[in-house]
């Protein structure tokens, strides 16, 4: 639907993380485009011309501190189902999509109307407006592991290999129930599952230790329910990035052992330079 001057009539939604509904502080992360005449929130099918957009935030900063626990790979992984729902039901009911798709710590505002020369060009505007902080807020690089987990998706966006990745993987599946860990992405290219890890070293070597002690019992259940063989890639930051060096012996060291620990229990180890040759691999055996 077209209005004056070739704008489109669209309406938009936004998204919010609330944490605690009891305090009802939110902080928006994402926003909801479509056409009017698209999918409705209140029938149960309309035909559009396009399914819905949705775009979530690539900066988590203030998620973070208004909720030191969040869950932002969970939340990412809501975007890219929200995506992959509106793409299979383009005439759906958005409401229904949207209840079965995001999680009580996420809410909806009511739709309100917007004029947009495209979709996309639509949605960067309404990301600026009203999710994306100010550019004076920014954070100029994520660390730690947040930092290896943003490098990763980039990479993986890059070779457009993301959309069709495993996230969060519950290690639970193949080991035992309760356990706890989650492995960031990962794929089955032929006989066999690639499996890659943010792992940061700038805290310490525990996370090191904490894959270093899942792996065999990962690699034995991937293989019992798969009937596939496992590699298992920690992706970690190049050792510069750390400071550890020759005049930083006992940074260097603490680094060493990170990566010794992992490859000792046949994990591959690898840094952040290497993940835009990984994400053309995983292009290449995804056939995209």
């Known amino acids: 639907m ?22 009802n502080e939110y902080v928006h992360i994402g926003v909801i485009l479509r056409e009017q005449g698209g999918p409705q929130t209140n029938s149960p099918a309309a035909a559009g011309p396009e399914p819905p957009l949705v775009r979530f935030t690539r900066d988590w900063r203030r998620v973070r501190c208004l909720d030191p626990e969040a ?16 793409a299979a039901e383009p005439e759906g009911n958005l409401m229904r999509l949207l209840n079965e798709s995001l999680s009580l ?25 009203y999710v994306e902080p100010p550019a004076r807020e920014r954070i100029p690089r994520l660390s730690g592991r947040a930092g290896i987990q943003a490098k990763m998706r980039t990479e993986f966006e890059r070779a457009g290999v993301w959309e069709l990745l495993r996230k969060r993987i519950a290690a639970s599946e193949y080991t035992r129930p309760g356990d706890p860990l989650r492995i960031d992405v990962g794929y089955r290219p032929n006989g066999m599952i690639r499996m890659f890890h943010a792992v940061s070293l700038e805290p310490g070597v525990e996370m090191a230790k904490v ?78």
């Open 2 to 23: 077209e209005s004056g001057g070739g704008r489109r009539a669209c309406e938009f939604q936004l998204l919010r993380y609330v944490p605690d509904a009891v305090r």
């Open 71 to 86: 869950d932002t790979a969970l939340l990412e992984g809501m975007e890219s189902e929200l995506q992959r729902r509106f």
């Open 105 to 129: 710590s996420v809410q909806m505002t009511e739709a309100k109307a917007y004029l947009a020369e495209s979709l996309p060009a639509g949605m960067e505007e309404l990301m600026r407006l």
């Open 211 to 288: 894959l270093a002690f899942s792996a065999a019992g990962l690699r034995a259940g991937v293989e019992r329910v798969e009937q596939a063989s496992l590699e298992l890639t920690a992706v970690i930051e190049p050792a510069a990035r750390l400071g550890a060096s020759d005049e930083e012996p006992e940074r260097l060291e603490m680094y060493r052992f990170g990566v010794e620990t992992m490859e000792e229990h046949q994990i591959r180890v690898l840094t952040t330079s290497d993940l835009g040759r990984v994400a053309e691999t995983a292009r290449r055996e995804l056939r995209v």
